[in-house]
């Protein structure tokens, strides 16, 4: 039902910034939620920021005052702005779209994920 392609993952040293983004195959305006998520090797997946179609916005604990979601209609994109990166940061970083299709169900959609390394 929709697709999802990350780009702008890489390499930086301790305080710099990258910018995440994830283009959507359908206007963001019709998915009910849209987010980030990161995993690192042997860790569990984690969300670390998530906007909602209204515009509402959550953070994680780790990254508020760091990290900014964002979005562009017209492009159909979300970003994800990170600064003051610290290596624990390194993971793998995924984008998710949620779409309810009633009050207790939702479709879960992921893109295929894009490595941030974060070098101390």
């Known amino acids: 039902q929709v697709q999802l392609v990350e780009s702008g993952g890489g390499s930086v040293q301790a305080g710099g910034s990258l910018r995440l983004s994830c283009a959507a195959s359908?206007?963001?305006?019709?998915?009910?939620?849209m987010g980030w998520y990161r995993q690192a090797p042997g860790k569990q997946r984690e969300l670390v920021a998530q906007?909602?179609?209204?515009?509402?916005?959550d953070y994680a604990d780790s990254v508020k005052g760091r990290f900014a979601i964002s979005r562009d209609t017209v492009k159909n994109t979300v970003y994800l702005q990170m600064n003051s990166l610290k290596p624990e940061d390194t993971a793998v970083y995924y984008c998710?779209?949620?779409?309810?299709?009633?009050?207790?169900?939702?479709?879960?959609?992921w893109g295929q994920g894009t490595q941030v390394t974060v070098s101390s």
């Open positions: 998710k779209a949620t779409i309810w299709r009633a009050v207790v169900a939702r479709d879960d959609y």
């Open positions: 906007i909602s179609s209204g515009g509402s916005r």
């Open positions: 359908r206007s963001i305006s019709s998915i009910n939620a």
